[in-house]
């Protein structure tokens, strides 16, 4: 069936909705122009792609109504068409990239919105990677052949499931694409099919990441974190543009507490969760990652503009590094010992950025803290888990993140022969004696006058560390 013959939007209406959604001023914005039956073309859809959200509530309310018809038009004819791709059907790749636009600066888009334009970026995405796959032949002349045709076919019903509704089935969607990247063909042709393949899943993993449905978004975590094992390069790469993507401009976009803003946050969370989840298999190996996977992380980290939800994930991110390959971490150290004593002490005296008369409040600690810490947390008032979108560096949840990572670099830095660093690094020390001091100064300051149960305790058991390791040796 043609495309044309399944759209029933004029396409001068959705030009005319185009329009006043660019005028605000424009006397008939509050009189769209009708709806009717009428054959039309795919670029009509093209439009609604470029429409931009207002963040009045009326203007919302009309432009995310139009976007939500078009992307539910887009969703059910690409479902009618199993044939339709980018190849056969241009102007879906220009509207891939319109979604691709919308999602990523999606502050102001409703839930119901998002969920769609996630769906329909993942359909687009895995249309285009099913039309780049080479027709199966059934005649098959050697070994090499038959193999490339067993990659392909199983290649092919992965893309399908990983879009089907039925979750089990996406879950093993997932998992067969990871084994066909990780297989290890005989044949070059083969080989070079994989390599065009990563790519593409790549993208395909990143969308999964911002489903809703928890068991969707692990198992696309794990997939990725899976394929870094052979494709670390294009992975670290993906991974590092997409944990930095809009962070130059978010810092003036930002509107804490609204939902668009978590769900930003959200999406680079599980970013982070990724990076954590690479940095852990990647072991000795890490060499290989650290310049392509953390520009955007030192960038986070760096900048009090960012809320702290994202600052935190940062520190918990580097902290995976030096607990996995310490070796690894020697050139940053002193730049990152210095950002958490800042932070430490610095930072958590400063006016606040929010004025939030809460911002220092303690957090109430979760059950494996009170194990391990004992009654003296018992007093630290009602939960008041921080709104991911605020920026109060006075904040616990930064401090707390402050201090672990320290504690990982200093005991990691004990636990591990200096003469083993010595013959690979070719340094005469992991830790500098001014770090030592300056960081045992500052903990004896957290201790006298750190509120928060968890830092207070935190500082207390990593200062009594320090004093038997380095000065009752």
């Known amino acids: 069936c043609r495309f044309e013959n399944c759209i029933f939007f004029k396409s001068s209406s959705l030009k005319d909705d185009a329009r006043f959604n660019r005028n605000r001023d424009s006397d008939d914005l509050n009189s769209p122009a009708p709806f009717e039956a009428h054959s039309s073309t795919l670029h009509s859809l093209k439009i609604l792609g470029v429409t931009k959200v207002k963040t009045q509530d009326e203007d919302d309310d009309m432009s995310q109504g139009i976007l939500l018809t078009g992307l539910s038009l887009l969703s059910a004819v690409v479902e009618a068409n199993p044939d339709m791709n980018e190849q056969n059907t241009p102007p879906l790749k220009e509207i891939t990239v319109d979604i691709d636009h919308l999602l990523t600066n999606s502050s102001a888009l409703n839930p119901k919105l998002q969920e769609l334009g996630i769906r329909c970026h993942l359909m687009l995405s895995v249309r285009?990677?099913?039309?780049?796959?080479?027709?199966?032949?059934?005649?098959?002349?050697?070994?090499?052949?038959?193999?490339?045709?067993?990659?392909?076919?199983?290649?092919?019903?992965?893309?399908?499931?990983?879009?089907?509704?039925?979750?089990?089935?996406?879950?093993?969607?997932?998992?067969?694409?990871?084994?066909?990247l990780l297989a290890q063909p005989k044949s070059t042709e083969a080989k070079k099919l994989i390599e065009a393949w990563t790519k593409g899943v790549i993208e395909i993993f990143l969308r999964m990441?911002?489903?809703?449905?928890?068991?969707?978004?692990?198992?696309?975590?794990k997939g990725l974190s899976g394929i870094a094992e052979?494709?670390?390069?294009?992975?670290?790469?993906?991974?590092?543009?997409?944990?930095g993507d809009g962070l130059k401009?978010?810092?003036?976009?930002?509107?804490?507490?609204?939902?668009?803003?978590?769900?930003?946050?959200?999406?680079?969370?599980?970013?982070?969760?990724?990076?954590?989840?690479?940095?852990?298999?990647?072991?000795?190996?890490?060499?290989?990652?650290?310049?392509?996977?953390?520009?955007?992380?030192?960038?986070?980290?760096?900048?009090?503009?960012?809320?702290?939800?994202l600052r935190s994930s940062a520190l918990a991110i580097l902290t995976s590094c030096v607990e996995v390959s310490l070796c690894t971490m020697a050139s940053y150290l002193p730049d990152l010992i210095e950002s958490c004593l800042t932070i430490l002490s610095i930072e958590s005296l400063s006016p606040s950025t929010n004025h939030e008369p809460n911002a220092e409040r303690s957090l109430e600690p979760n059950d494996d803290e009170l194990f391990e810490y004992g009654e003296q947390f018992k007093e630290?008032?009602?939960?008041?888990?921080?709104?991911?979108?605020?920026?109060?560096?006075?904040?616990?949840?930064?401090?707390?993140?402050?201090?672990?990572?320290?504690?990982?670099?200093?005991?990691?830095?004990?636990?591990?022969?200096?003469?083993?660093?010595?013959?690979?690094?070719?340094?005469?020390?992991?830790?500098?004696?001014?770090?030592?001091?300056?960081?045992?100064?500052?903990?004896?300051?957290?201790?006298?006058?750190?509120?928060?149960?968890?830092?207070?305790?935190?500082?207390?058991e990593f200062h009594e560390e320090l004093e038997s390791t380095f000065f009752k040796r």
Not at 230 to 243: E, F, G, Q, T
Not at 445 to 460: H, N, R, T, W
Request: proline residues 4%; neutral net charge; hydrophobic residues 40%.
């Open 209 to 221: 990441i911002e489903e809703e449905d928890s068991f969707v978004y692990l198992n696309a975590i």
């Open 128 to 180: 285009k990677a099913l039309a780049e796959v080479p027709h199966h032949t059934d005649k098959v002349d050697s070994e090499l052949e038959e193999e490339k045709n067993q990659l392909t076919k199983k290649y092919s019903e992965g893309l399908k499931l990983v879009e089907d509704e039925c979750l089990p089935l996406r879950s093993q969607g997932i998992v067969m694409l990871k084994e066909v």
């Open 230 to 243: 052979r494709w670390s390069h294009l992975v670290c790469d993906r991974l590092n543009a997409a944990y």
């Open 380 to 460: 630290l008032g009602k939960d008041e888990m921080a709104d991911p979108t605020i920026r109060d560096s006075r904040h616990p949840v930064l401090r707390r993140s402050a201090i672990k990572f320290l504690r990982m670099a200093f005991l990691k830095s004990l636990n591990s022969p200096i003469e083993d660093y010595n013959k690979r690094m070719k340094s005469r020390v992991m830790i500098r004696a001014e770090d030592l001091m300056k960081v045992m100064r500052v903990l004896g300051y957290v201790k006298l006058i750190e509120k928060d149960g968890v830092c207070k305790a935190l500082a207390e």
């Open 249 to 309: 401009d978010y810092p003036e976009k930002l509107k804490e507490g609204s939902e668009g803003s978590k769900r930003d946050i959200d999406r680079w969370l599980r970013v982070g969760e990724t990076m954590v989840q690479v940095i852990q298999r990647a072991g000795i190996a890490l060499t290989l990652y650290v310049n392509r996977l953390l520009p955007s992380v030192f960038f986070v980290l760096h900048s009090k503009a960012f809320p702290i939800a």
